[in-house]
């Protein structure tokens, strides 16, 4: 620019010189002299601050700002998770084993019962009928056998008419002892103790003995179980009694301690999985079953481990690292890991267990990077 601007005034300068007087021609020339000298030593002086300027930018460094933690040292558990639903483990479907309409019902839905608790009554006028019938059968039966054996024993009946009256009083034992059963069953009662989960069975309703409809179902909510499905290279790592963490959503993320009480040996082929049964105590009732809840299967625990806060982790390609602080820089140093859980990792190479570690902030961070500490 300022070639083009010294040229432009030369030409204008060599215009006027070419109509003007030699003394003129003097000056003019000393004038042209005079100003490419003072253009040159505007242009030095610019090429002198630019250059001031861009060392001042390069001597500027900016500290990165970030978010530290301390290394802690801790105990951490290896944990498998999963989710399963709760079940009762024991429950019952009541059914009428006798026929006949409902007259009454003593519970309903939500009541706790005990075993042998009246459910309900059916109509059992017909079966106390036929208990009477079979009481009178058998007495007459076995008045006339006394009779029989008072002359029995004098051999004046054959054997053969004793025989076959000994069987007919039998057979109507039987048959008052069928008849009082068919009575008790008239009578609804509840087979294990529990909560009344549901009842279908209303008054005035026409029952037939076992009917595919159920009465009552009994469900025992003291323990409960939870179902879970584990992939077949785990079945090493699982043993019976092992413990587990159940977080119940429904609760308010609720944690229970529940422990495996079965082992399936078997693995499903269509899924590659196996079945593990959880035994879930429950003394106080707050669980219910049909509860969604998520599982954590403890594996084994490593004490006073070195923990590293997850966040603070860096992953490229299986390779792991960490940015240490160290005098207002950072140090990226690689280690090994172990367990691990939510919010932990177990270092087992790398770190002492005493060093500040960046959480926040690492993801352009660089070795030997200058930072500024920001934690709230």
Known sequence: METATRSTALLSLNSLSHFAPSSFKRLLGCSIIVLSLATTACSDADAIDANAESATVEETVF??????QTIITGDITSTYDT???LEAREEAFVVARASGIIEEIFVEEGDYVEKGQVLAQLDKRRYELNLSKAQADLKGIESELEKVNKVYSQKLISDDTYDKLTSQFESAKASVRLAELDLKEATITAPIDGYIAERNAKV???TESFQRERMFHIVQQRNLQGIVYLPENELPNVVIGQGATLTIAALSDRSISANVERISPVID???GTFKVTLKVPN???MLKAGMFTDVSLEYATHANATLLPRRALVTIDNNHSVF???????KKVDIST???NNEMIEVINGLTGSEEVVTAGHQNLKD?????VVNS
Request: no cysteine.
């Open 269 to 271: 082929a269509t899924t």
């Open 63 to 68: 500290a990165i700002p970030v978010e530290t």
């Open 83 to 85: 989710t399963a639903i």
């Open 338 to 340: 172990g367990f691990e």
């Open 368 to 372: 030997s990077a200058p930072v500024e």
């Open 204 to 206: 005035g309703n026409l």
């Open 283 to 285: 003394q106080d009732n």
């Open 324 to 330: 240490v602080v160290d005098n207002g820089k950072v």
